[in-house]
């Protein structure tokens, strides 16, 4: 069986009303997905968020007509004024799910750790490889923000240390540090279902449950890690700047980021006042901040 697909694309506060017409017109399903590789970090509890730009995906069966389902959207976003870019395409019912896991592969992150879907054999058996699928949580591996963390855990030794993974999401920054030596690891979010992927995550990849403790922020007890890290935004990242100093030992390492170029000089100078900071290392647009313990 064929299936008619409508990709609409456009704003975020559009979306919902797009979704809303695909299915009085008869859509069997709507998706919706990032047309632009945008991350969502740290949403608070019973938010489903949004990307600035939002791809509106609707499914028809095959004796819909599709260029009449193009042409009621067309003058639905028109009399709305929503923006809006329409694509069709017909899809065989056996693509779907080939289609999707081909667009994910593993990622190699530093000399030793590789990040890899569980539907694939890791490239190299002997490394360290880390067991992730794209779920609940943001971070599998392949944000620019996530890459450069995993990669500086890659470049330490972490043999029985403690690590503290702050704005945990999927907990693919502490499971890293676990397969990598890390004695244990504290993992902190304030989406309670962050923490569940983080305890489903450990599972997938081996690791006792008893290795990783899990809070949301008002529950944690605080700790002395030897390693931070903290993938998340620049604002919150300066708000806790206090608290993540607190929760590290003198000497410890940090690493920050979730940080855009034009907000590292003001991250970087408020975590200046804690620890001893090394040059930025940037992909892309995104920015990592590391350092040690003042």
Known sequence: MSWLQIKITTQAESAEALEDFLLELGASSITLEDPEDQPIYEPLPGETPLWKSTRVVGLFTEDFDIDLVAKAVEEFSNT????????????????????????????????RLWVCPSWLEPPRPEDVNLILDPGLAFGTGTHPTTFLCLEYLDSLSLNDLHVLDYGCGSGILAIAALLLGAKDAVGVDIDPQALTATD????????ASERISLYVPDNFPGCQADITVANILAGPLVELAPEIANN??????????GILQEQAQDVYETYSQYFNLNPIKQKDDWILITGIKK
């Not at 019912?93 to 992150?109: G, L, N, S, T, V």
């Not at 489903?200 to 990849?205: F, K, L, T």
């Not at 590290?248 to 980021?257: I, M, N, Q």
Request: hydrophobic share 30%; net charge negative; proline share 2%.
């Open 80 to 111: 709305q004024k929503i923006q809006h870019d329409i694509t069709t395409e017909t899809v065989e019912e056996q693509e779907w799910e080939r289609a999707w896991m081909d667009d994910f592969k593993p990622i190699q992150c530093g000399q």
């Open 248 to 257: 590290t030992k003198s000497g410890g390492h940090l690493a920050l980021s």
């Open 200 to 207: 489903m995550n450990m599972a997938r990849n081996g690791l």
